[in-house]
């Protein structure tokens, strides 16, 4: 019984560190911030695949300064999360809703993956999807 309640206590530990993380994750994907993020806790294999069709690795979206200025400028609202952890590999998946100027732009579906390197959960992967509910995104600095 005792064991039982040590592995539930350490794996609250854990999702709280996850959520830290994803927490850090965002408030420093950012033009603003990225240049000390990417190189501390975004892990060399990086991969994302954005809502909008894009696909970029790490070099790929720190040299994207149109999408780090865009994320600086919206604010986002999470809900609906939801996190697994098996050994080092932290899972979050949940649905955010984007808002410009308080104007509500999108919603979508996400996955972020964390990897836990020298006990620092670094961010390593991204799935975003629109959702069925979203609005059509209008996001004139990102188009080519």
Same mark, same amino acid.
């Given at each position: 019984?005792?064991s /039982?309640? +040590?592995? *539930?206590?350490d794996?609250?530990t854990v999702k709280?560190?996850?959520? &830290?993380?994803?927490? %850090? ?10 240049n000390?993020?990417?190189k ?17 690795t790490?070099?790929? /979206?720190? +040299?994207? *300064? ?5 994320l600086?400028?919206?604010?986002f &609202?999470?809900?609906? %999360?939801?996190?697994?952890i ?5 899972i ?5 809703k984007?808002?410009?100027?308080g104007?509500y ?6 996955t ?8 620092i959960? *670094? ?10 509910n979203?609005?059509?995104p ?7």
């Amino acid at each position: 019984m005792n064991s /039982l309640l +040590a592995q *539930k206590n350490d794996n609250e530990t854990v999702k709280k560190e996850l959520e &830290e993380a994803f927490a %850090k994750m965002w408030k420093n994907t950012t033009f603003t911030n990225a240049n000390d993020y990417f190189k501390t806790d975004v892990a060399d294999d990086y991969f994302t695949n954005n809502a909008d069709g894009i696909s970029q690795t790490k070099e790929e /979206l720190f +040299a994207d *300064k149109d999408r780090l200025k865009m994320l600086e400028m919206a604010t986002f &609202e999470f809900y609906d %999360k939801k996190i697994r952890i098996y050994g080092n590999v932290g899972i979050i998946n949940g649905r955010s809703k984007a808002f410009f100027d308080g104007k509500y732009v999108a919603e979508f579906l996400y996955t972020a993956v964390f990897v836990k390197e020298n006990d620092i959960w *670094k961010y390593t992967s991204w799935q975003g999807t629109y959702s069925k509910n979203s609005p059509t995104p209008e996001l004139p600095m990102l188009k080519n």
